[in-house]
């Protein structure tokens, strides 16, 4: 590809100026621009915020004919249509929710030259009757939006993304710009070879969120700690907290609203009007919770959401870095706070491990499932870690996470993980935690008792360390892979326990578990 001038013709300042009414170009979007007036192929990695729309936008309106917007979020185009009404452009959109007459009246737009921009759902962009459409009138550029749904590997695979490849042998000379929030390397690699995007310079924005304060703690009694978190630090604050299931969304609000916390459900079980709702008043009114599943966020553009909680681990990197991302868009200081324990961690495993989908998939998921705990276990800057997960080289100290902020104690204690290998393997590698934790407690219990488990070398040898210390052994052990969760929460030793048997790598853990609970006022008897 010609290389693009640096800077963007004269009248791409006038109309950041007159349409948009910026002053400046936000980081590299003037390039971008150029880039794209100048005809060239571009690949966008910016986070969400960043700036994207406009590097497709702008340069639409500096080429002739119209700029084509693929994007998978048919519930946004409307509003994104509105707004650019507002600044004089002629936009529209062509999705399943217009009528058969209103899709008349686009096309027929169209036809005429009368659309600077034109957003269209993939499915309905790569029907032959819209393809052959489009190849009749001049189009200005390709801009794929959210273009990590080409991606297997990206958290939201749409197949009908793959097919975008025909735009690169069907209009060749129209230049064509990928846009996403999602920078791993896979993914990125993906959206180059499918989308025909070879020799397009790519732009990577740095993803780190200077002011989200990152922190994971061991979950005790997940309400109560987020009760605490939220009165102590964000009293009368907007937050987002996220929990896995409706039951535990629903149980959650329900909690802090007895204590005063103002909050409100929401998930796919409410119907439409109770979803717009919950949104709506989420936006207006100050200081609200929304407890939800992950199913909320997407598309809300609230600046000020102070927190957002994790009461249960998030599927992937991906997802943690997207949720989280949705506190502090306005720069000002804000949480990013994260419980979880060792059900969690045998919960997920036990799910991948019993998940019917395909081989492929599943090792996908395990990998994927692998670098979050990873980052949940890890005593270096939590910001490192994370960003080293979307490949950006960043060093720590951050001095803005809990690993930074307290320096966690990290005590040896392997001989204790080969303790715990012990208790599993000469039980017979089908004991769940609290099974194990009794053998290696000595405590003589009916269960013990029945399973002639008193009798074992391992029965007792733990006691010196207390309950609370062991749950922290096997989560790590099983959050690293040296235990894995069978179907029925039994833990077995995996093949890379060896390594921990023989002493070949030390096992370290986190003195946060290590230290006695707090005491709270409720559970002083
Ligand atoms: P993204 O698509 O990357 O999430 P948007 O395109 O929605 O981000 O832009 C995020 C916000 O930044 C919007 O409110 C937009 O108006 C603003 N913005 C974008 N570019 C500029 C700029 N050059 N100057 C000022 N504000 C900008
Ligand atoms: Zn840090």
Known sequence: ?????????????????????????????????????????????????????????????????????????????????????????????????????????????????????????????????????????????????????????????????????????????????????????????DMVSVLGLEGAPQFVASFDRPNIQYRIAGKDNAKRQLLEFIRTE?????????????????????????????????????????????????????????????????????????????????????????????????????????????????NLRRMLAGSAAPEWVRRIEGAKLDALLAYCETTACRRESLLAYFGEAYQGPCGNCDNCISPPQVREMTREAQMALSAAVRTGNRYGAAHLTDVLLGRDTDKVRQWGHHTLPTFGVGAEHDERTWRGVLRQMVSLGYLEAGEHYGLSATPKSRELLKGEVPFLLREEVLQPRRKTASKAR
């Not at 390709?142 to 690169?168: K, M, N, T």
């Not at 009293?235 to 329900?254: F, H, M, N, P, W």
Request: proline share 5%; glycine share 10%.
């Open 234 to 346: 964000h009293a009368g604050d907007a937050g987002i907290v996220y929990c896995l299931s409706r039951k535990s969304v629903e149980d959650t609000a329900q909690f802090l609203s007895d204590s005063g916390v103002p909050a409100l459900a929401y998930h796919a079980g409410l119907d439409h009007a109770q979803r717009q709702e919950a949104q709506a008043r989420f936006l207006r009114e100050e200081g609200l919770v929304v407890v939800a599943t992950v199913a909320f966020g997407m598309g809300i553009d609230k600046p000020d959401v102070r927190f957002v909680a994790h009461l249960d681990l998030p599927k992937s990197m991906e997802g943690y870095y997207q949720e989280t991302g949705r506190a502090g868009r306005d720069g000002e200081p804000s949480t990013a706070w994260m419980v979880y324990g060792l059900g969690d961690v045998v």
């Open 1 to 189: 590809q010609p290389a693009a001038p640096a800077q963007p013709p004269a009248r791409a300042y006038d109309l950041l100026r007159d349409l948009w009414g910026y002053g400046s170009f936000r980081w590299r979007q003037g390039e971008i621009v150029a880039q794209l007036a100048a005809g060239g192929d571009a690949l966008v990695l910016m986070p969400t915020g960043g700036g994207k729309s406009l590097c497709y936008q702008l340069p639409s309106l500096l080429r002739p004919g119209v700029g084509v917007v693929v994007s998978p979020l048919i519930a946004l185009m409307q509003d994104q249509v509105d707004t650019l009404r507002q600044l004089g452009i002629r936009a529209a959109f062509l999705n399943s929710s217009l009528s058969a007459e209103g899709v008349r009246e686009v096309e027929a737009a169209l036809r005429a030259g009368e659309l600077d921009l034109l957003y269209v759902a993939p499915e309905r962009l790569l029907m032959e009757g819209t393809l052959r459409l489009l190849a009749g009138v001049e189009v200005a550029l390709f801009a794929i939006d959210e273009a990590h749904c080409v991606s297997q590997w990206g958290h939201d695979f749409r197949p009908e993304y793959q097919g975008l490849g025909v735009l690169a042998e069907r209009f060749p000379g129209v230049p064509r710009i990928a846009l996403t929030a999602t920078a791993d390397d896979r993914t990125r690699a």
